[in-house]
């Protein structure tokens, strides 16, 4: 399901510096959301996105910041690199609408790797 | 903090019912049960989802109390494919992901 996509599927980089790892939609859907996953855990939030106006911190979000440049692209980017903002990626959408219902498309997620 | 609670792993046989329990003894009224699997490191994907009354679709079937403080997935004719990470959640707008149960269906 190519709805959600991102890019780069796999970066390795170094300690320092910056990168962006960005995230498209066409499924037309208003919420927008990051996640990373940790080896042997489960995902947990960064930042989402209920709007292009809208930007709200996760769970995780230090260390990370967030642009929203149009209702179809959400992206993800880490200022300075370090070591233990390896991890994967996801990106999701979901619909806006009802709020208690809350089905989000996952895409193919990141693998970022920090040396 | 994780808002439910599910067993680490699971086997289940190929072509049997496999039941995935979760507590979620918090929840509120107005928030919802999801449930999600993960297969190797692809993203999670969405099976079913409930309020109050018991759910199903071509995937599952989910069972919820009466007193909304636990619920079951029912994969009703497992199959090797059906080998993931499941992850019952439950909130109101955002997902918040625990560990989930590693389901693994042998053959």
């Known amino acids: 399901d190519a709805d959600v996509t991102q890019t780069p599927r796999n970066r390795i980089t170094k300690t320092g510096k910056r990168i962006m790892l960005e995230c498209s939609q066409t499924k037309g859907h208003d919420r927008m959301y990051w996640y990373r996953q940790d080896p042997g855990l489960g995902l947990r939030l960064i930042y989402y996105?209920?709007?292009?106006?809208?930007?709200n911190k996760g769970e995780i979000s230090d260390g990370y910041s967030v642009s929203r440049q149009a209702q179809a692209k959400f992206s993800l980017s880490l200022e300075s690199a370090i070591p233990n903002q390896t991890a994967l990626y996801f990106c999701a959408t979901s619909e806006s609408g009802q709020i208690s219902y809350n089905e989000q498309f996952f895409g193919p997620g990141t693998r970022l790797t920090v040396l | 903090d994780a808002k439910t609670t599910q067993p680490p792993s699971m086997d289940c046989a190929e072509g049997r019912a496999a039941n995935l329990p979760c507590n979620h003894s918090t929840i509120s009224g107005n928030e919802y049960v999801y449930w999600y699997r993960q297969i190797h490191s692809q993203g999670p994907q969405y099976i079913i989802h409930g309020l109050k009354n018991n759910e199903t679709n071509e995937m599952a079937s989910l069972i919820i109390t009466e007193d909304r403080k636990s619920s079951t997935l029912i994969l009703p004719h497992a199959t090797l494919r059906d080998t993931a990470v499941y992850y019952c959640i439950v909130d109101d707008y955002k997902l918040s992901f625990g560990a989930g149960t590693t389901v693994t269906v042998r053959a």
């Open positions: 996105s209920f709007d292009v106006k809208d930007i």
